[in-house]
């Protein structure tokens, strides 16, 4: 089998409806189709910026360490992922170990295993070793309100709605103290004694306000506390971990295992976010293994559409620690309706795919009405 070519697709949705202050990935995405001559088509897509991970996968050949990384797939192997990783990352040295370059590859990784679990007729998760897991518990993961009153709404709703437990995230976090302990109070109240209550607080703390406050957040009996630190306060982290006493958990941002290995090894962080749409599911492996033999608990980020779902899904599936499954509950067509499968959340779980591959369709009525150059 061999791979004839890559299609890279940039969604966005119409001007007038995307926010600048919107901290969410749900108003774009690039999907990544992988032609092969057996007809098997992977699908996977980039946490990312589209435009530029679309440069990325389309550039031309720029000298023997930087090519665009389609041109490099032509005529491979699809099944070579391990090999295809190596060669992506070696012909790009001039881009970087880390960062975008890293976005762009994940894409074509996951399509990857898309293509060799169609191949096997087994689902990803089966082929990265088998599940400890066949449905995992979700958390709403939402956006604070502009204050505690809000705040309580929105939780309050998606409890309503058979969520267990809910994340809120970023702005106004990091305000005062007052509005910190405010939207704290409130989002608890909201989410109920009985359920899970998780704040990120979008890197918006210095080391000593970060330490103040996860000792604060302890009296809400938050389920852990997330990226308090900017990404690069390694040394905060490391102060911070060793004093608090509620969990910390972070990563997010960390892009391809050379970045996550310095940031385990120097953070002492209790659970590891590893986003799938910006590491791709063979270096998250690789990462999850990291942590695992260091007793940290891995999860998932996941802030994008149902393709990232997937895959958070079968990965999730087979790490042993993994505890709780990110949801994202942004309400846009790009989250809702790129794939035909919905994978809701049902009794606060959401059910891993059986079907070969990572289990999902393309809804290719909204790649089409949501392409960019069809504008």
Known sequence: M??????????????????????????DALIIK??????????????????????????????????????????MNPLDIRPINHMLQAKNLRLGRRGIICHAIAAIDIALWDIVGKYYSQPVYQLLGGAFHKK?????STLFGPNGKSTYEIAKRWVDKGFTAVKFGWAPMGQSEELDLELVKEARRGVGDNNDLIIDAGCCW??????????????????????????????GYRKLTSVARIPIAAGEGESGRFAWQNFIEQSGIDIAQIDLESNGITDAVRIADMAEDRSIRVVNHFY????????????????????????????????????????????????????????????????????????
């Open 2 to 27: 061999k791979i004839t070519k890559v299609e890279a697709i940039e969604l966005r949705l119409p001007e007038s409806e995307v926010v600048e202050t919107k901290a969410t990935a749900c108003q």
């Open 136 to 140: 995992l518990r979700a958390y709403a």
């Open 304 to 375: 994008t559409n149902g393709i990232g779902l997937a895959a958070c899904l079968h990965f999730l599936a087979s790490r042993k620690s993994a505890f709780i499954l990110e949801y994202c509950v942004e309400e846009t067509p790009i989250r809702l309706e790129v794939t035909k499968q919905k994978m809701p959340v049902v009794d606060g779980y959401v059910e891993v795919p059986e079907s070969p591959g990572l289990g999902i369709d393309l809804n290719e009525e909204t790649i089409e009405r949501y392409q960019v150059d069809r504008y």
């Open 34 to 75: 992988v032609h092969t001559d057996e007809g098997i088509v992977g699908i996977g897509d980039s946490y990312s910026s589209p435009h530029v991970v679309k440069a990325l996968i389309e550039a031309p050949l720029s000298g023997a360490s930087a090519s665009g990384l389609a041109r490099l797939l032509i005529g």
């Open 206 to 235: 210095d080391t000593s306000t970060a330490i103040k406050r996860a000792e604060q957040f302890r009296h809400y009996n938050v389920l852990f506390l997330e990226e308090p630190l900017n990404r690069e306060n390694l040394e």
